[in-house]
T-cell receptor, first 115, second 114 residues
């Protein structure tokens, strides 16, 4: 059973517009969330994270929003640029006595930014 | 050399072969990981090493055997694999396993089992 779900396999957005990538999770114990970005033939790279004590974290063009009651987070990219075209993975972990659990990843959403 | 380096980038092996994947990190991190990415599936954690000690084994079949001789190097020894083991194998490292330190991934080894 998937604990982290990215229900949109792909998304196309016009350059300059906002890209919104969504992620849902089922484990209410998750308290730390991350987004990774992956270009073809490269490994995923860390983009932005958010702790469950916050509902928003912003870093330049990238903002992550967390809605704990809905078990939903989203990544906003504005303005979108062609170089943002990649696969975006949502990941989550839960706190336990021995530290956080390993990250659980979603399947990814392929973003295409059209010039 | 920077970051996390994986070799080889591509590997084709028969079901009776024995091969090894290598990972090296130059970031001074203490934790190293093996992940598997199969088509249309999420990244799956296989193994975690923290300060050279294995801390997680995510129910991985024994035909996959990890080795971590030091904090900078991680190997995945492969033997008698099945065609369904064909996937992208990603190595990652992080500063610390206990705390929420982001993972740094290598570019992966694309494995094909024939």
């Amino acid at each position: 059973d998937q604990q982290v779900k990215q229900n949109s396999p792909s998304l196309s957005v016009q350059e300059g517009r906002i890209s919104i990538l969504n992620c849902d999770y089922t484990n209410s114990m998750f308290d730390y969330f991350l987004w990774y970005k992956k270009y073809p033939a490269e490994g995923p790279t860390f983009l932005i994270s958010i702790s469950s004590i916050k509902d928003k974290n912003e870093d330049g063009r990238f903002t992550v929003f967390l809605n704990k009651s809905a078990k939903h987070l989203s990544l906003h990219i504005v303005p979108s640029q062609p170089g943002d075209s990649a696969v975006y993975f949502c990941a989550a972990s839960a706190l336990r006595n021995s530290g956080n659990t390993p990250l659980v990843f979603g399947k990814g959403t392929r973003l295409s930014v059209i010039a | 050399e920077t970051g996390v380096t994986q070799t080889p980038r591509h590997l084709v092996m028969g079901m009776t072969n024995k091969k090894s994947l290598k990972c090296e990190q130059h970031l001074g991190h203490n934790a190293m990981y093996w992940y598997k990415q199969s088509a249309k599936k999420p990244l799956e954690l296989m193994f975690v090493y923290n300060f050279k000690e294995q801390t997680e084994n995510n129910s991985v079949p024994s035909r996959f055997s990890p080795e971590c001789p030091n904090s900078s190097h991680l190997f995945l020894h492969l033997h008698t694999l099945q065609p369904e083991d064909s996937a992208l194998y990603l190595c990652a490292s992080s500063q610390d396993y206990i705390l929420n330190s982001p993972l740094h991934f290598g570019n992966g080894t694309r494995l094909t089992v024939t």
